[in-house]
């Protein structure tokens, strides 16, 4: 498994920008696919990014495609979110996951962090 720890959340005004990352520990953060995901306060937790092993396959949701960048840096055991013209609906908790397969369902990953607070104001 690997040990997860987000930084970087906040309060930003709407059209902001803001940039969480994921410090990774554990000899298979190299192999893992990395996500990550979202959950607002009475909805289920939903997927955002996911970033290959390699670091150069991308996926994002339809909702922040465009907006929202995912980076992975394999000599600092780092993956970062880069989340340029935020909305009020991107307010929620940002978790940092990782997994052994290509989904984009929470359940395809089995390590998570604690979560970051983003709070995108009107």
């Known amino acids: 498994q690997v040990q997860l720890v987000e930084s970087g959340g906040g309060l930003v005004q709407a059209g902001g920008s803001l940039r969480l990352s994921c410090a990774a520990a554990g000899r298979t953060f190299s192999s893992a696919f990395m996500g990550w995901f979202r959950q607002a306060p009475g909805k289920e937790r939903e997927f955002v990014a996911r970033?290959?092993?390699?670091?150069?396959?991308?996926s994002y949701a339809d909702s922040v495609k465009g907006r929202f960048t995912i980076s992975k840096d394999g000599a600092k055991n780092t993956v970062d979110l880069q989340m340029n013209s935020l909305k009020p609906e991107d307010t929620a908790v940002y978790y940092c996951a990782a997994g052994g397969v290509a989904g984009t369902s929470r359940f395809d990953f089995d390590s998570w962090g604690q979560g970051t607070q983003v709070t995108v104001s009107s």
């Open positions: 970033i290959g092993q390699s670091g150069t396959v991308r």
